[in-house]
Structures are given as structure tokens and as C-alpha cells.
């Protein structure tokens, strides 16, 4: 009787949420994040609550020999696949192929210029051009304008901007990413632990933001690189 009471209260929150989200009285900012704090939590709670009475088997092992069952080509294929084609949709579609923070506007604008073949662009031909286009990610210095950010990430954009195709390096970094982070642990606590990493970071908040221009990518697959070739790291 109480789970079913459990589940009816945790159905009754979720539906509250649904109507509450599509009201247009949603606020923004710590509001929205209490409310969801308040209404969500224990609607899982209660709904999970009232589901753990119907389950008879350990669904972990369950899940975990189901996981140990694949291959690792096809493991790690699938995986990657369905990273690259949702960080690639989000590229295209809901950050509609362009950066969308100062950071990232200011490595994408430093790869349109080494795209060009030079280090450095000419400051706008105004008076006071700092006044003018003020940023604290780009620097106009001596009649140049330029990214303040190291380089690297710049310049492996650049050739993607050349052909057009800016958006794809985030996808495929985050597939590098993955790739490396799986070998990695592989090497440090074994197979399973790899592929729970895997799938964790596959379900984390990460997967939407490295479909964008983040300086931080090249630098995962940097370590990853580093972590595999130094002994020390890799017994």
C-alpha cells in the first residue's frame, strides 16, 4: 500500500513539473533550481522507492555482465558513434555551428586568422579601437588583433575552418577523448572499469558542452596521450 501511495506521489510531482515547465511562469536562476530541488528529488525518491518492491534481481549485475558480454571494438565503436553524432547535431543545431562564450569566440577567431595564414589580425581601422570592440578575451595591441589563449587549440581549428567545417572539431576531440580516457583506465584498473567510465562520461553533462569550441578538449586528449606514454602512470 505505501509504495503504491509512493508512486502516485511521485507521478503526481513529475506531472506538476511538466505543467509547472511548460506554464510560462518558469523563472530563471536559483528559483527554477529550488523549485526542481523541491518537486524532482522527491518524486524520484518516491517513484524509485515504489519500483525497488517489483524488482526481483540485482539489475546492477545484470547490467554489469551484459557490459562485460561485448567485444571491446564494438564496445567502443558504438560508443563513439553515438558520441560523435550527438555532439555533431548539437554543433549544428542548438549552438547553430558557432561559439557561443568569449573564450571560445576568441579561439575561433584566432583560427580564422591562422586559416589565413597569418599570426595576427589588423585592429579596426577606428579611433580608439580597445573602446570600441572591448573584450577580455581578445587583445589589440601595436595595430594587431589577436586571441589571448595559447595557440594549439587555434591552430587545429584552423584547417577545419578552412574547408568550413569549424564545428566538427568538437565532435571529434570528444571522441579522441573518449577513446583515451577508456585506454587509459584500461591501463590503470582493467577493462570493466574502463567501460563504466566510458558510459559515465557518455551520460555526463560534458557530452553537450564539447560539442562547442572549448579550449579544454585538445588538452584531455593531450593527457590522455601523456598519462598512456609515461611508465610511471601507465604500471
Known sequence: MLRSVSAVTGSILIIAYIAYAFSGIRTEGPGDKIIQLLVLVPAVVCISWALSGRIMRNLAAAALRRLDGWRTVP?????SLVLFLFTLWMAYFPLEGTAKGGDESATLFQARIFARGELAAPAPPVPDPEVYFSSRHLVIHDGRWF????????????????????????????????????????????????????????????????????????QVVYMDITGMSTPSMSR
Open 75 to 79: 564496445f567502443l565503436v558504438t560508443l
Open 147 to 218: 586571441g589571448q589563449y595559447t595557440p594549439t587549440h587555434s591552430l587545429l581549428l584552423a584547417p577545419f575552418v578552412r574547408v568550413g567545417l569549424s564545428p566538427l572539431l568538437g565532435p571529434v576531440e570528444g571522441v579522441l577523448s573518449l577513446i583515451g580516457i577508456f585506454l587509459l583506465v584500461r591501463i590503470w584498473k582493467g577493462e570493466r572499469s574502463a567501460r563504466l567510465v566510458s558510459l559515465l562520461l557518455l551520460l555526463s553533462l560534458t557530452c553537450p558542452r564539447i560539442s562547442g569550441y572549448l579550449l579544454h578538449l585538445y
